[in-house]
């Protein structure tokens, strides 16, 4: 089993629509968790952090559930500038390594 | 600002040759990470180093090498023996060990054979 798994998609929603995308993982050491955007061709930027059960900004939110080990992202009132990659990313409890998920797609149409 | 910086953005390498690629960051960052990713897929750790004048293989570190003699610079050169290069290279940085905070990247260099 993959360290990190998510659905790689592709998500095509319409604009406004909410869209959540999850993320398991499958070591219980992990202490923090991260959301990367990456768009086509470009390096990936951080979206959002989860240390603890969640954490919201705008119209991004994502929670973390340890007992079943995955973290969500939702997006509320998705925008066309919303597409792109969405990468979920874990970092262990001695703050060595990252291990980033395969990615899930996000088409946001007209 | 802060930030990291990778050259070049884009590389071309002749079959048989060794070529690197740079990585500066003036984060004040300990850790430094090398990733690979190939179309459609995710990362994949090449090398870490968590303090000078140290380092790590990753999970595909065949056929790379690096160095880190300065806290701001992780190079790495990519072999003759690394046999399938063509790939974008990400370059990160972080707080290190003890910390639980994000990884930074570089605007990647994408290399390819020719």
Same mark, same amino acid.
Request: net charge neutral; hydrophobic share 30%.
């Given at each position: 089993r993959k360290e990190v798994e998510q659905d790689p998609g592709p998500f095509n929603v319409p604009e406004g629509a909410t869209v959540a995308f999850n993320c398991t993982y499958s070591n219980s050491a992990s202490q923090s968790f991260f959301w990367y955007r990456q768009d086509c061709r470009k390096e990936p930027k951080l979206l959002m952090s989860v240390y603890s059960s969640g954490n919201e900004d705008g119209r991004f939110t994502a929670q973390l559930n340890r007992a079943s080990q995955y973290? %969500?992202?939702?997006?509320?009132? %998705?925008?066309?500038?919303? %597409?792109?990659?969405?990468?979920?990313?874990?970092?262990?409890?001695?703050?060595?390594?990252?291990?980033?998920?395969?990615?899930?797609?996000? %088409?946001?149409?007209? | 600002d802060g930030g990291i910086t990778q050259s070049p953005k884009y590389l071309f390498r002749k079959e048989g040759q060794n070529v690197t690629l740079s990585c500066e960051q003036n984060l004040n960052h300990d850790a430094m990470y090398w990733y690979r990713q190939d179309p459609g897929q995710g990362l994949r750790l090449i090398y870490y180093s968590q303090i000078v004048n140290d380092f790590q293989k990753g999970d595909i570190a065949e056929g790379y090498s690096v160095s880190r003699e300065k806290k701001e610079s992780f190079p790495l050169t990519v072999t003759s023996a690394q046999k399938n290069p063509t790939a974008f290279y990400l370059c990160a940085s972080s707080r290190g060990e003890g910390f639980i905070t994000e990884a930074f990247f570089g605007q990647g260099t994408r290399l390819t054979v020719v």
């Amino acid at each position: 089993r993959k360290e990190v798994e998510q659905d790689p998609g592709p998500f095509n929603v319409p604009e406004g629509a909410t869209v959540a995308f999850n993320c398991t993982y499958s070591n219980s050491a992990s202490q923090s968790f991260f959301w990367y955007r990456q768009d086509c061709r470009k390096e990936p930027k951080l979206l959002m952090s989860v240390y603890s059960s969640g954490n919201e900004d705008g119209r991004f939110t994502a929670q973390l559930n340890r007992a079943s080990q995955y973290i %969500s992202l939702l997006i509320r009132d %998705s925008k066309l500038s919303d %597409s792109a990659t969405y990468l979920c990313a874990r970092r262990d409890n001695y703050g060595q390594n990252f291990v980033f998920g395969p990615g899930t797609r996000l %088409s946001v149409l007209p | 600002d802060g930030g990291i910086t990778q050259s070049p953005k884009y590389l071309f390498r002749k079959e048989g040759q060794n070529v690197t690629l740079s990585c500066e960051q003036n984060l004040n960052h300990d850790a430094m990470y090398w990733y690979r990713q190939d179309p459609g897929q995710g990362l994949r750790l090449i090398y870490y180093s968590q303090i000078v004048n140290d380092f790590q293989k990753g999970d595909i570190a065949e056929g790379y090498s690096v160095s880190r003699e300065k806290k701001e610079s992780f190079p790495l050169t990519v072999t003759s023996a690394q046999k399938n290069p063509t790939a974008f290279y990400l370059c990160a940085s972080s707080r290190g060990e003890g910390f639980i905070t994000e990884a930074f990247f570089g605007q990647g260099t994408r290399l390819t054979v020719v």
